[in-house]
T-cell receptor, first 114, second 111 residues
């Protein structure tokens, strides 16, 4: 009964490959996010969707493409992986955007590009 | 603009020591403030939150008070345990806006 679940948890892949990380939330939330956490634990927001509509699109290489087939799912596809893409990627959700909301995180996907 | 500044780590304490992790913020409107904790190999979990000035959030012996006059939300615990070793993130969400996270403070508690 995990609230925000993402797969895979660990992913090791070669440079130049294309990979996807899937995320699902069963909380009935309207807003979902992708965050990237680097080796120094710094969290950077990448994307946010509200009711399947893209509302936050930070400066991220266009090799990263989010897809939200419905408001319970937000997948992240990465093309032509580079060494610098190695990081932990967290999916998260909140009821909606704005003050008073709490954000709930998935367990993270550890991506290693070799 | 909106931002969160928290004390740099790493912080190392002996078991039963008093913990303070400082967090200050700048924000438009009336933000909600949060502390999240990340245990090794896991995702971030909500530790506590406060939604308006002078509110005190508390959980698992941790406390933080929303101080509008000093724009602060410092995390405190009276007696830390080895199991509290983790990375702690201060965060805010301003009115009608996205979440902003601090850079995280790593805490190690030694027996």
């Amino acid at each position: 009964d995990t609230a925000v679940s993402q797969t895979p948890k660990y992913l090791v892949t070669q440079m130049g490959n294309d990979k996807s990380i899937k995320c699902e939330q069963n909380l009935g939330h309207d807003t979902m996010y992708w965050y990237k956490q680097d080796s120094k634990k710094f969290l950077k927001i990448m994307f946010s969707y509200n009711n399947k509509e893209l509302i936050i699109n930070e400066t991220v290489p266009n090799r990263f493409s989010p897809k939200s087939p419905d408001k319970a799912h937000l997948n992240l596809h990465i093309n032509s992986l580079e060494l610098g893409d190695s990081a932990v990627y967290f999916c998260a959700s909140s009821q909606n955007i704005g003050s008073g909301n709490t954000i709930y995180f998935g367990e993270g996907s550890w991506l290693t590009v070799v | 603009g909106n931002s969160v500044t928290q004390m740099e780590g790493p912080v190392t304490l002996s078991e039963e020591a008093f913990l303070t992790i400082n967090c200050t913020y700048t924000a438009t409107g009336y933000p909600s403030l949060f502390w999240y904790v990340q245990y090794p190999g896991e995702g971030l979990q909500l530790l506590l939150k406060a939604t308006k000035a002078d509110d005190k959030g508390s959980n698992k012996g941790f406390e933080a008070t929303y101080r509008k006059e000093t724009t602060s939300f410092h995390l405190e615990k009276g007696s830390v345990q080895v199991s509290d070793s983790a990375v702690y993130f201060c965060a805010l969400i301003p009115t009608g806006n996205q979440f902003y996270f601090g850079t995280g403070t790593s805490l190690t508690v030694i027996p």
